[in-house]
């Protein structure tokens, strides 16, 4: 990821697993308050 992105964690749950989404974005080049998604993921806890 590039030194302006941000990645957001939230624990949630997907088809009655517990996990963490996680979101990476950095801001858009058209320097508007618009974020582009360069990561999308859902991370599963272990059993």
Known sequence: M?????????????????????????PSSSGKKTEVILHRFFKADPK
């Open 2 to 26: 590039s030194n302006d992105a941000i990645m957001y964690t939230l624990p949630g749950r997907v088809n009655r697993s517990n996990g963490l989404f996680e979101i990476g974005v950095r």
